[in-house]
Structures are given as structure tokens and as C-alpha cells.
């Protein structure tokens, strides 16, 4: 499946905001039981990087034999983004004062960014001390509008993975710099959590 603007699949990608590519997502999932070739009982969604965190909430209700999610994530967005930032930091050759500088000048900005609901460009017109810290655009990140990670920030992944009753293959890469061991590890703690239905979990690391 393709997200709008990738593929056949109409729309542009840029514009886009979550919630809109994932009613396609959604659609695109649905669509599965008109055809014949498809055994619905035999399904198993791969979701990789950002697609696997949110995986379970693709399939909304139908049936699915089993969730395979690679190098993801499976914590709040804001969480992520301050983990990533450390390590972009520290990867960078700043010393460790001025990582934990800057890290605490990026909890404020996600924080207004992810759940004030306000644009980059907009956290740093109240507040341009924090100017040199922002290193993408104005009005959103990756290419995406900043309304697709407020999305993003608003989504209960705990939820979703503790109501999953199909077995889950959590896959993580150690040379990954974009998704945490952690995020991969939330996913599998969040799916052995107490539930009506036992399930397999499996974690891999390689």
C-alpha cells in the first residue's frame, strides 16, 4: 500500500496529513476482501519504520494472522524526536554539556511543536532563542506538514498494541540512527501486556 502522492496512489504527499493517510491506508486494507486471490484469514501486516509503530490501527477490526514491525516505533512521537535529537547531538562531536543544553531547549520546542499545536516557524517567533536549534521547515518536517506529526503525537500506541490478539515479530536493526532500540522494545512490552487473548511475541535484533 502506498501513502497519497507515492505510487499509483493519488494525492500529494506533502500536503498530506496523517489522519488523512491513514483513512487511505485504511481503505487500501479494506479493499483486500474483494478479491479472490486473497485468503483474509491468512493476512499478515509488515509495517516498517514509521508504518509499523501504527500498524494495528491500519487494520482496524478485521481479522489479521499475525504484525511484523521493523525498526519503528512504539512511544509517544515526543518522546522519540528528544531521544533522536540526543543522539543526532551527541553524534555531531558536541560535548555532553552542550547536548543536555540542547536537549532541554527541545523538550520545550517538541512540546509546543507536538502538543501546543503550533508550527516550527511559530515556536521560534516566540521564543528565537531557540532559532539555531531548528534544521528543518518552518511549516513542518521530513516534507510532511506539522499537522502530521501533532497527529502522530496524539496517537495511544500503548492502546493499540495491548489490544492486538495475533502473534507480533518486533524487528530491530542495531545500525538504525532513526528508531530506537527503546521504540522497538515499547512495542513488545506494550503487546505482553495483560490481555483477554494470549499471544506469541518475538523480538529480533540484528
Not at 479493499?31 to 501504527?54: A, E, P
Request: charged share 20%.
Amino acid at each position: 500500500m502506498d501513502k497519497p502522492g507515492v505510487g499509483q496512489s493519488q494525492g500529494v504527499c506533502a500536503k498530506a496529513d496523517f489522519n488523512a493517510e491513514l483513512s487511505g491506508w485504511r481503505a487500501a486494507f479494506a479493499s483486500m476482501s474483494q478479491y479472490d486471490f486473497i485468503d483474509t484469514d491468512r493476512i499478515v501486516v509488515l509495517g516498517m519504520s514509521n508504518g509499523g509503530g501504527f500498524a494495528p490501527l491500519v487494520a482496524q477490526g478485521h481479522p489479521v494472522r499475525g504484525y511484523i514491525a521493523t525498526s519503528t516505533w512504539g512511544r509517544t512521537w515526543y518522546e522519540h524526536m528528544l531521544e533522536l535529537e540526543r543522539r543526532r547531538l551527541t553524534s555531531s562531536g558536541q560535548t555532553p554539556a552542550q547536548v543536555n543544553d540542547a536537549v532541554k531547549a527541545f523538550a520545550g520546542f517538541y512540546d509546543l511543536y507536538l502538543n501546543r499545536g503550533l508550527t516550527p516557524g511559530q515556536v521560534i517567533a516566540k521564543h528565537p532563542e531557540w532559532k539555531d536549534l531548528w534544521y528543518y521547515e518552518r511549516d513542518g518536517q521530513y516534507g510532511r506538514p506539522a499537522a502530521f506529526y501533532q497527529q502522530l503525537q496524539a496517537l495511544n500506541l500503548g492502546r493499540a498494541w495491548q489490544e492486538v490478539n495475533a502473534p507480533v515479530l518486533v524487528i530491530y536493526g542495531t545500525g538504525d540512527t532513526i528508531m530506537s532500540r527503546s521504540d522497538s522494545d515499547a512495542i513488545s512490552e506494550s503487546s505482553t501486556s495483560p490481555t483477554p487473548a494470549p499471544r506469541k511475541i518475538s523480538f529480533l535484533s540484528e
